[in-house]
């Protein structure tokens, strides 16, 4: 069965720093992976996904993530954070378009 | 687009008692998800629906939970003899047919006393 860990439940970084909060996937083909952002009192959103081709992947507000079979991984990335990227982030993987597995989530605080 | 509405927002129960909750998905999309969402678990995957019909029940409790899609403009999980176990935050995610990516609601945060 896939399965999705995310390391670190806790990220603080500085605005301005930049970001990288790590995913890694368990799945015995090459799945579809989802980064999703949950901030305070809302939904989950997506925030970018990848099947196939080049494995560096853009997503909304200057989001990026890499995919690496050798690593099983699909770590996701930004420049340069903003106060309001404070959120929880969560890795997902699916074998097809429905069910969608996700990680445990890790909560991102941006600090002044 | 009101996006996808859930109902009521918060619930508290006692222990014992019966919950249902409700999800009206976006117009036009096929599929419901539910989910579980706990500091502990995380979110897990419940149950699907596909053009109203379930598809995949494999994360719901099989002795006391139940979700249903009467029509395609909501569906229901009720959660019978409810225990302190269940508080959770519970999800609902709906998608175009053919499309990946799920909209969610703002959830239903369910505490059991």
């Known amino acids: 069965a896939q399965s999705v860990t995310q390391p670190d439940a806790r990220v603080t970084v500085s605005e301005g720093a930049s970001l990288q909060l790590r995913c890694k996937y368990s799945y015995s083909a090459t799945p579809y992976l989802f980064w999703y952002v949950q901030y305070p009192r809302q939904g989950l959103q997506m925030l970018l996904k990848y099947y196939s081709g080049d494995p560096v992947v853009q997503g909304v507000n200057g989001f990026e993530a890499e995919f690496s079979k050798s690593d099983s991984s699909f770590h996701l990335r930004k420049a340069s954070v903003h106060w309001s990227d404070s959120a929880v982030y969560f890795c997902?993987?699916?074998?097809?378009?429905?069910?969608?597995?996700f990680g445990t989530g890790t909560r991102l605080q941006v600090s002044p | 687009n009101a996006g996808v509405i859930q109902t009521p927002r918060h619930k508290v129960t006692g222990k014992g008692q019966e919950a249902t909750l409700w999800c009206e998905p976006i117009s036009g999309h096929s599929a419901v998800f539910w989910y579980r969402q706990t500091i502990v678990q995380g979110l897990e995957f419940l149950t699907y629906?596909?053009?109203?019909?379930?598809?995949?029940d494999s994360g719901m409790p099989k002795e006391r939970f139940s979700a249903q899609m009467p029509n395609q403009s909501h569906s229901t999980l009720k959660i019978q003899s409810t225990q302190p176990q269940d508080s959770a935050v519970y999800l609902c995610?709906?998608?175009?047919?053919?499309?990946?990516?799920?909209?969610f609601g703002p959830g239903t945060r369910l505490t059991v006393l």
């Open positions: 995610a709906s998608s175009e047919q053919g499309s990946d990516e799920q909209y």
């Open positions: 629906f596909r053009n109203q019909a379930p598809i995949d």
């Open positions: 997902a993987v699916s074998p097809n378009t429905d069910k969608v597995v």
